[in-house]
């Protein structure tokens, strides 16, 4: 018994480890090794786990003979315009939320609740028609709209529940040294939530660069298409080489996993961040 | 908390009132509007009202394409969420074990499926399902011969499966990380005196580990209950919602919101799935607002 729990207990931890961790990177190695296959290999029907001759050339190809490029650029422009209107229409909003008495403010948050209890599917609805009638269908500066309105909510909450955190004794004796409000905010809260106002940033623009469902709706021409809507053209197809798709998808995924890696030391609770990766 | 002027209070919310009001609850409300007109791609332009006709006809018989979907709808959740939930203990409590070495490897590694973008998941586990070139069917040929096969998206409950899979893949790392932390808050004193006491690993992980989880798991499952109700991204992607046995049916894996994208997108009823949409989201908010009351957020919110 004293032997089991020594070794035999510490083994099979180790097997479910070992077990599930080739439950979890096997596919992402799949998009690596599918990323350096050539040509149209990967549809066979035996099983081979390591291209026999390992090539560049998906690379090459998205990047010359594909819009590719022009995807890339288009993403990061929706997902740094969702980032920062997301954060500058937010956070003085989130600091009268936590800090000021003012009526309807149970009002106001209950609201919020309700619209983000609005599931974004459903709510494409509406904004694709109200798009439709001021012409703004088909262009980058509509995605950013319909993406605001998952952003400024969510947004709203999340620097409010931090501001939530900071001692309303620090702001409370900036105010009685004569300090004005906008001075607190600007000198006392601002600087003291940077981190906070980082990790929400750099979500949003990781729910704008992943967002997949809005894009493919509201954009309808090759040139303006973000890299979700591109690719999935592009996997959907099985006369184009899955190739293609593996090795973009390594391009855009690589930096955000890295990012998401990185960023997951501050979510102070997953909850945050389960509320956005979609 | 302090009273500030009411221009002052005014001005730090505008931009935010502003800004929701016009792109998130205008929409809202206009969905509220569609709903009770017969708009669609006959009527796109030169609709008319019709009332609640929309929601009379989303509601009339119990065979009705609404309870089809729901019933679908809340069985998804409720095979996925036991099954994220087991997984997410398990692999949190095997990162947690003293003898567990190279714990920060281990972590990221497991990790590593919820920072990948979900339409990228759903791709690859879409290419894995393919019935001929798919690498689980390549696996199974080596061991049942080269004419085997599984009908894992062909057959509508192989395919409903499929869809649970794939979201178990990318969905348990957010429930191992919630009980990861949990568990390294609970003080290990406790285990020492429960050791004393004569208590052994099961009883102490019954009595101890399981009920100071609880207030960490709870509102985890609640939110990620939600998310999954609303999964469209794995589902469609991988399945399109298929497959179907009649046309006039929804398929085997058209949940919640794969049918309102489909009617809305592909069929352009939009009357008909407003007046859906208004039902699904009353349905959600009581939910949110019934977790929130019951763990006590609304009261503390109103601090």
Redesign the interface.
Known sequence: MRVLSRFG??ML??A??IA??I???F??F??VQAAFRPGQS??????SLWPDHPTLDNFAYIFTKLPFPTWLRNSLGVSVGTMVAGL???A??????S????AGK?M??I?????????S??????????LKTIGLIGSPFGLV??Y???A??FC?WNLKGYFDTIP?ELD?AA?IDGCT?TQA?LRIILPLSLPALAVTALLMFLTA??E??MAS?LLLDENTYTV?VG??GL?NDYRVP?GY?ASA?LV??VP??IL??GL?RY?R???TV??V?? | MYRVKAWTTLTYLTPMIVGVGLISLYPILYNIFISVTNQNLYHFRHYSFIGLTNYQSLLKTVDADFFIVLARTVLFVAVCIPLFLVFGMLNALALNHPAVRFKAFWRVALIIPWAVPSYITAFVWKFFFNGEFGTLNQVYRVFAGAQAGLPWLSDPNWAFASVVIANLWMSYPFFMIVILGALQSIPSELYEAAAVDGAGGLRKFWRITLPLLRPAILPATVLSAILTFNTLNTAFLITQGGPFTSAAKPGATEFVMVYAFREAFQLFNFGYIAAFAVVIFAMLFGVTLGSLRFSGLVREEAR
Do not use: D, H
């Open positions: 207990v510490p931890i180790y479910f480890l599930m961790t439950f979890a990177l596919p992402a799949f998009v990967l549809y066979s029907l035996t099983l500058i229409g937010s003085s909003g989130a600091y009268a939320l800090r000021f008495r003012f149970q106001t948050l609201l919020l609740l309700a619209i983000q209890a609005f599931p599917v459903l709510a494409l609805i509406p904004i694709y028609l109200i709209l319909a605001m309105s998952i400024l909510v709203t309303r409370e105010l409000v905010f660069w992943n997949w469902v709706v979700p690719l999935w996997q899955w798709f998808s855009v995924s955000v996993v998401f890696l997951q979510f609770s997953g909850l389960g509320g990766k979609g």
